[in-house]
């Protein structure tokens, strides 16, 4: 480091001042990457599997630097994915301290009236006595035997709708992200993936900052 050999790996370094150099070869900051995946439903949310089973890595460019989901969806979910190598950035989105919006549109296997919109919001503890419940619910469509609502959370515990609805004994039968605070997941196919456009990761990193603010 800046022609001496440094062999303290704690020593600290400004990145773009000090030139670092391993075994002759410049190290550089990797080049942030933030994506956006629709991601289909049967799709692991891993970088790997045991079971041989299809991850969201089989669905990104072969060029891409190393990324990471920020947050997850289970294999049975689909919809709004991000990904990035901006460690901290994704950390503040899936933080529950930041309160970003998370929106799902989810198909259940029951007719949903006013009473159970209000106990979903209300909230119920499940076995392990953890309190689950939506920030907002409301109806979208209803049909003979199911509907599909709209959920928004602003916390990300583990399969936390599918918990939620269990609690109340109504099984989901479809869960699909549709935004992230305000990104929308839109018209992008399933199995699809874009990058985010500078304004979309801005606006996100905004809308951390002012709920952190507000807590």
């Given amino acids: 480091m800046n022609a001496r050999v440094a062999l303290n790996a704690d020593k600290l370094v400004a990145f773009g001042k000090d030139p670092i150099e391993v075994d002759g070869q410049e190290v550089r900051t990797a080049v942030k990457v933030y994506l956006m995946l ?6 692991i949310t891993s970088a790997d599997d045991e079971k041989g089973r299809p991850t969201v890595y089989s669905l ?3 060029d891409l630097p190393w990324v990471a989901p920020v947050g997850r969806l289970d294999k049975a979910s689909e919809g ?9 950035w994704g950390a503040r989105i899936a933080s529950p301290e930041s309160h970003v919006s998370k929106i799902y549109h989810v198909q259940v296997a029951a007719v949903v009236g006013p009473e159970l919109l209000q106990q979903l919001t209300s909230g ?8 689950l419940r939506a920030r907002q619910a409301a109806v979208i469509r209803t049909g003979a035997k199911n509907s599909w609502l709209e959920i928004a959370l602003d916390e ?5 709708i599918r918990r939620l609805m269990d609690g109340f004994g109504i099984k989901v039968l479809r869960l699909i992200r549709v935004a992230i605070g305000p990104l929308q997941l839109g018209g992008l196919p399933k199995g699809k993936v874009r990058e985010l456009t500078a ?3 801005a606006t996100l990193a905004g809308r951390q900052a002012v709920a952190r603010q507000r807590a």
């Avoid at 629709?38 to 799709?43: A, D, E, S, Y």
């Avoid at 119920?124 to 309190?131: I, M, N, P, Y």
């Avoid at 990300?156 to 936390?160: C, E, L, P």
């Fill in 38 to 43: 629709n991601k289909p439903r049967g799709i």
């Fill in 60 to 62: 990104l460019p072969g």
């Fill in 80 to 88: 709004l994915l991000l990904l990035t190598n901006d460690s901290a």
């Fill in 124 to 131: 119920v503890r499940d076995e392990s006595r953890s309190l």
């Fill in 156 to 160: 990300g515990k583990n399969r936390h």
């Fill in 199 to 201: 304004e979309e990761v």
